[in-house]
């Protein structure tokens, strides 16, 4: 940036700016996403598990069954499971 009132200030100001917005809208982003897990609290739905279930669903298949079976590994390490 050798200019300091020129093209380089220009850009860098364009640049802020988008991040600006771009912030501004991941805040409303932010609050739609509270108030449909409000909707989901209000019909009944368990916030904390339907939260659970976005970051499964977010996973590979074969990463989803790996934490899976670790997850049972270490339940039956500590005695949380009933055995069969």
Request: proline share 0%; charged share 35%.
């Amino acid at each position: 940036m050798a200019e300091v009132g020129g093209l380089a200030a220009d850009r860098l100001r364009s640049i802020v700016q988008r991040i600006e917005r771009l912030e501004e809208e991941k805040q409303a982003l932010a609050q739609d996403i509270r108030e449909v897990y409000a909707e989901a609290k209000g019909a009944g739905f368990d916030t904390k598990i339907l939260r659970q279930v976005i970051k499964l669903r977010k996973l590979e298949r074969a990463e989803r069954q790996e934490q899976e079976a670790l997850i049972e590994l270490y339940q039956q390490a500590l005695g949380m499971l009933e055995t069969a």
